[in-house]
Each structure stands twice: as C-alpha cells, then as structure tokens.
C-alpha cells in the first residue's frame, strides 16, 4: 500500500487527493469485510465522533448533557488520548468530529487534534462558540479543518433564550468575526448549524440569509428528543414549544417546501426527509437502511465506545481504557450488532447531522441493493 501510496502522490500532489483516496479505499474495505462478510476489519471505521466531555458553559433547552455528565465522567487520561489517537491514525480513519458538551473545555483536546493531523485526518469540533475567541490561536495552530457553531436563530434574544444563556449570540458572533479575520486561506471552515424547531422553521430563509453572510456553509438538523446516550436526550414533555404535533404535519411540509422554492441547494435527501423523521419514522425505518455499525464509532468520555447512541439496545462495544481502539472495532459484540443492522432487524431510524450519512447512501442508484454474505444465525 506504501508503494501505492507513493506513485499516487506523483499524480496527485493536492492533500485532499490523498485523504480522499485513502478514504475510499477505507470504504471499500468496510462494505467488503463489515457489511458483505461480517469479518474482522483490516481498517477502522471511516468516521469517528469523539464527544470529548459532557461538561458545558451553558443549558441548551433541547440538550441533556448535564444529565449525561452524571453517567460518563472523563476518565480518558493525556496519555491514553494520546495513544488513541495514534490508534485512530493507523486505522486509516478519515474524519474525527470532537463534540460534547463543550469540546472548548476539555484540556487534551488541541493535543489530540495534533496527533490525528500527523495521520492526515480531517478533524472538526463543534462548539456552542461561547469561548470561541479565546481559542481561535489553538484552533488554527493545531490544523482544525472546520468549525462548526450552533446557532438557533438570527435574533440575539431569541437564540440566548433557547440556550439559557443572556449574552451568547454576541459572544459567538464575536468569536466568529474573529476567527475568520485570523485564519489563512479560508481555513478552518466555519459551518453554522440550526436546530430545526418551532421556533426556527416558519422562517428558515431568513435564518439562511442572515447566517450565509457569516459562515462558509449553513445547515440544519432536526430537533429530537430520547436518544438515551445522547446529548439529544431531553423527553417530549421537555421540548415543549420546540417540538411539533402530528395535527401540525401539513402546515411543516408546507413550509418546509416554501423554503425548497427560494433556496432549491437544499433540497436534497437529508432535508427533503426531515419532516418524515418527525411525523411518520415508520415509513422512514422502512425507507432508509442504517450504515452506522459499518462506517462510525462514538467514543464516550469515560472510554465507553458505541456505534450507535440512538438506539438503548446497542450496547457499549468496549471500553477504550481497557481495549484497543481496532479491538473494539472487531469485537464480538461490533459483530453481533452489525449481523443484526446488514439484516435490517434493528427497527429504528436516527436523522441527527452526525448520521445523515444514512441519507446520503440512500440517494446513491443501488447502494441499498448491496449483497450480504456468510450470513450468521441469530
């Protein structure tokens, strides 16, 4: 592979050639070996989401990670986040996404994100931006290659009162104007992301005007509640006011097709579904195969590392404390829970920004009639 390597890069001289092509052969790997086969895994996973903390600077209404902090306190040392992520590096991993909490408070973190960037790793942290500006010199330095932000609304008060915290819009819009005049060559990429509510959908075009003058790339995801180990853990009685009532459904994808009309880019799979996620998640477990236990791993602050935190059943896969990060990959449970999903038999559907990739392998001619090999009994 070395010599591969090699010849390529006489070819192919732009970095992100390289890690694209390293990418896809990691992928081709995973479908051969994890979804066809269900055998060990030469590489690891393509994606890796490292919630780092579950501390936090501010209350989100739609957030339980305070909760979550009780459950999972850090109990990863500098040393083992070092070395894992070294591990991450030779597993051939192609995105580590750092979220939480806050990721701003975990004291590893820049030490981490340097270690991955030696492996050519594309990294991204996800912040409230609330410390933004105090971190854009670590940020830089250590080679982020995107920022994501959260940001509710277009109106100050309106997003400091769904985060529980007066002053925060100010702040992020700060430390955002901050970070862009620092960087070099448009880098880090600073994304922008709305949770999709009541709040927020009756005027998702004026949020996307608004917030395109600001970032790189603005998105959205859906508000979601229950997700047992999971920042998106609050019960629907605790996203009251956020959340959408079934009789609600015909005026939501009224609006939602309002917004396709003037903003068409966004039309795709992962928006155009959104409103079934809320409404009709049957139809959609139907619809749309989950390729979780095949591409991603979650790795907890206390070491605990799932392939899915959406659905209670899935248990934890190891811990990283006590296995090694391809050990956990391969695991007999890994391979149980992978037996269950290429069969279709897990029953559930998770539509947060972090899977979306679900969406996406939906919309690609084929990609769900792949075969499935050496099947096993249950």
């Given at each position: 592979?070395?010599?591969?390597?090699?010849?390529?890069?006489?070819?192919?001289?732009?970095?992100?050639?390289?890690?694209?092509?390293?990418?896809?052969?990691?992928?081709?790997?995973?479908?051969?070996?994890?979804?066809?086969?269900?055998?060990?895994?030469?590489?690891?996973?393509?994606?890796?989401?490292?919630?780092?903390?579950?501390?936090?600077?501010?209350?989100?209404?739609?957030?339980?990670?305070?909760?979550?902090?009780?459950?999972?306190?850090?109990?990863?040392?500098?040393?083992?986040?070092?070395?894992?992520?070294?591990?991450?590096?030779?597993?051939?991993?192609?995105?580590?996404?750092?979220?939480?909490?806050?990721?701003?408070?975990?004291?590893?973190?820049?030490?981490v994100i340097k270690i991955l960037k030696q492996y050519n790793i594309i990294v991204y942290i996800v912040t409230n931006g609330k410390l933004l500006r105090q971190y854009t010199d670590d940020i830089i330095s250590s080679g982020v290659d995107s920022v994501v932000v959260s940001i509710d609304s277009d109106e100050a008060k309106e997003h400091d009162n769904i985060r529980n915290n007066d002053g925060l819009f100010d702040k992020?819009?700060?430390?955002?104007?901050?970070?862009?005049?620092?960087?070099?060559?448009?880098?880090?990429?600073?994304?922008?992301?709305?949770?999709?509510?009541?709040?927020?959908?009756?005027?998702?075009?004026?949020?996307?005007?608004?917030?395109?003058?600001?970032?790189?790339?603005?998105?959205?995801?859906?508000?979601?509640?229950?997700?047992?180990?999971?920042?998106?853990?609050?019960?629907?009685?605790?996203?009251?006011?956020?959340?959408?009532?079934?009789?609600?459904?015909?005026?939501?994808?009224?609006?939602?097709?309002?917004?396709?009309?003037?903003?068409?880019?966004?039309?795709?799979?992962?928006?155009?579904?959104?409103?079934?996620?809320?409404?009709?998640?049957?139809?959609?477990?139907?619809?749309?195969?989950?390729?979780?236990?095949?591409?991603?791993?979650?790795?907890?602050?206390?070491?605990?590392?799932?392939?899915?935190?959406?659905?209670?059943?899935?248990?934890?896969?190891?811990?990283?404390?006590?296995?090694?990060?391809?050990?956990?990959?391969?695991?007999?449970?890994?391979?149980?829970?992978?037996?269950?999903?290429?069969?279709?038999?897990?029953?559930?559907?998770?539509?947060?920004?972090?899977?979306?990739?679900?969406?996406?392998?939906?919309?690609?001619?084929?990609?769900?009639?792949?075969?499935?090999?050496?099947?096993?009994?249950?």
């Amino acid at each position: 592979m070395n010599i591969i390597t090699k010849y390529i890069k006489r070819f192919m001289p732009v970095q992100i050639n390289i890690k694209i092509f390293s990418a896809v052969i990691t992928l081709i790997m995973a479908m051969i070996q994890t979804l066809f086969f269900n055998i060990r895994a030469s590489r690891g996973p393509l994606f890796v989401t490292w919630l780092v903390t579950f501390d936090c600077n501010i209350s989100c209404k739609f957030c339980s990670t305070h909760t979550l902090k009780k459950k999972y306190p850090e109990e990863i040392s500098h040393e083992r986040a070092i070395t894992l992520a070294h591990e991450i590096g030779k597993a051939k991993t192609w995105v580590v996404g750092f979220t939480g909490g806050e990721v701003l408070m975990w004291p590893h973190l820049f030490d981490v994100i340097k270690i991955l960037k030696q492996y050519n790793i594309i990294v991204y942290i996800v912040t409230n931006g609330k410390l933004l500006r105090q971190y854009t010199d670590d940020i830089i330095s250590s080679g982020v290659d995107s920022v994501v932000v959260s940001i509710d609304s277009d109106e100050a008060k309106e997003h400091d009162n769904i985060r529980n915290n007066d002053g925060l819009f100010d702040k992020l819009i700060d430390g955002i104007m901050f970070l862009k005049s620092n960087r070099q060559d448009k880098k880090p990429i600073i994304k922008v992301t709305t949770v999709l509510s009541k709040i927020s959908i009756p005027k998702m075009s004026q949020i996307i005007e608004k917030l395109t003058l600001l970032a790189d790339i603005v998105s959205f995801q859906p508000i979601v509640g229950g997700y047992e180990d999971s920042p998106h853990g609050q019960s629907d009685d605790n996203l009251k006011g956020l959340k959408f009532s079934l009789d609600e459904r015909s005026n939501v994808e009224k609006l939602i097709q309002d917004f396709f009309k003037t903003n068409p880019s966004y039309n795709t799979n992962y928006y155009s579904l959104i409103s079934m996620f809320w409404f009709d998640k049957e139809m959609l477990i139907k619809k749309i195969k989950c390729w979780s236990p095949f591409l991603r791993l979650s790795i907890m602050p206390n070491g605990d590392i799932f392939q899915c935190v959406a659905n209670p059943r899935y248990v934890s896969l190891g811990n990283i404390n006590e296995m090694s990060f391809m050990d956990v990959w391969n695991s007999n449970e890994m391979i149980r829970q992978r037996e269950e999903i290429r069969m279709h038999k897990n029953g559930c559907i998770c539509w947060t920004q972090d899977t979306s990739f679900n969406a996406l392998a939906d919309s690609i001619p084929f990609i769900n009639k792949l075969p499935v090999f050496n099947k096993r009994e249950d």
